[in-house]
């Protein structure tokens, strides 16, 4: 795609990489075909090709808008076009980059600065979030159904294992919401993994993958938590520990990236780099174990599962059909999912920025899922957990508690 590239961004980094991407781009259209948002909106301007143009317009000085500006907003950042794009467009890169140019070109309403800013500051911390989470579950009863339904439930804290014998260590991001919303998701983590002679612990110090902040535009506020993980993880990794395991595909998805984006920084580029490397969602370290150790689902009626696959494990992962083996291999059948590629509207902030077009999403995903008539959903991100959770009328959960049930 040719551009001119404005004397303002023509000598940044950003304006460089942005230009790169930009050239990739045939103008094919065969992302169109998989945009969620321009199957529900029918909008040219909806659609990965027409968010290109309009960073393109962003780049060359041309006159942008509060609407350029809520197009690319509309954006989930499920990368589908990515896994359709014949050229290997990196969009979702392109994106970062075009909102950030954008978020100082254009002022946002004090309304939508706001909440942006309430959320970089309560969702990426544990103990705000879980201090809110409470209060809002305290006074869920009083709540209209719809709006109580859209509260986590409290669930039991579960025991980590001893590993007592464990020979093999991995380190495991406890994540940000995860601990107050799904405690159970890691420490079946655990188990399972002790069962396999490995350790699993975690970093006190290391925080949020920096994925909030980042997709919020507030880039030098998410490479700070990024650089944070690292110092976090780093004595672990000198120590020998050969994985650090992703229990959410999105906190995955972000670190797998650590390299990329601390790759100009001259302190953490090549730190950024081990860790982008070690990092592993719990699929991969469990794929290439001997899963036979672990006991079967031996209940007389064999359990029907839904696996809803997230945007972040198998668009910008790239990781599918292994989650799916493990599974069958555990002794479930799945169901037949429609339209399994498409995002459930989850998309870290989305559904809170764009509730109307998230629940459309919602809908749509919990009715595909729900049509096997599975005894549970599950799926390998917290956001989308959530998300379906609060829609769905079977029980939704992490898949890997399937095989410490197993």
């Known amino acids: ?107 946002r309403p004090i309304t939508e600065i706001s909440l942006r800013w309430l959320l970089r500051k309560i969702l990426p911390y544990t103990k ?55 405690p159970n998701t890691n420490a079946a983590t655990a188990r399972v993994l002790s069962r396999l002679g490995i350790s699993l612990v975690r970093a006190p110090q290391a925080g949020c993958c920096g994925a909030v902040s980042y997709h919020l535009s507030a880039h030098n506020e998410g490479l700070t938590a990024m650089r944070k993980n690292i110092d976090a993880w780093w004595p672990y990794i000198e120590g020998g520990a050969e994985a650090i395991v992703m229990t959410a595909s999105g906190c995955g998805a972000m670190v797998k990236e650590y390299a990329e984006l601390l790759a100009h920084d001259t302190i953490y580029a090549e730190k950024a780099k081990q860790v982008s490397v070690l990092c592993k969602d719990i699929s991969e370290i469990l794929i290439e174990e001997d899963l036979s150790t672990l006991s079967t689902n031996n209940s007389s009626e064999i359990k029907n599962v839904a696996f809803h696959s997230p945007c972040t494990l198998q668009h910008a992962q790239q990781i599918t059909g292994t989650v799916e083996k493990i599974i069958q291999q555990a002794g479930y059948t799945l169901t037949v999912v429609v339209d399994s590629h498409l995002c459930c509207g989850s998309a870290g902030t989305y559904s809170i920025l764009q509730p109307k077009l998230s629940q459309q999403l919602l809908t749509n995903k919990v009715s595909s899922l729900q049509n096997g008539e599975p005894d549970y959903i599950v799926t390998a991100n917290i956001g989308c957990q959530l998300h379906i959770e609060s829609k769905a009328t079977v029980p939704v959960k992490h898949w890997i508690e399937l095989l410490d049930e197993a």
Not at 48 to 61: A, C, F, S, T
Not at 132 to 151: G, V
């Open 1 to 107: 795609m040719q551009t001119s590239i404005s004397e303002k961004y023509k000598n940044t980094a950003d304006g460089k990489e942005a230009y790169s991407i930009l050239r990739s781009c045939v103008h094919c259209g065969f992302c169109t075909a998989t945009c969620p948002t321009y199957q529900l909106l029918g909008d040219e301007l909806d659609s990965p090709r027409g968010r290109i143009y309009l960073i393109k317009q962003v780049l060359e000085g041309q006159h942008v808008s509060r609407k350029t500006q809520q197009h690319l907003d509309r954006c989930l950042t499920c990368r589908s076009c990515e896994t359709t794009c014949p050229s290997g467009v990196h969009y979702s890169r392109l994106l970062d980059i075009g909102r950030g140019m954008l978020e100082k070109e254009v002022p």
């Open 128 to 182: 705000p979030f879980t201090f809110l989470l409470r209060i809002a579950q305290a006074f869920a009863p009083l709540l209209p159904s719809a709006l109580k339904k859209k509260i986590p439930q409290r669930k039991p804290v579960t025991q980590w294992p001893a590993d007592t014998n464990a020979t093999r260590t991995m380190l495991v991001l406890d994540g940000c919401v995860q601990p107050a919303t799904s």
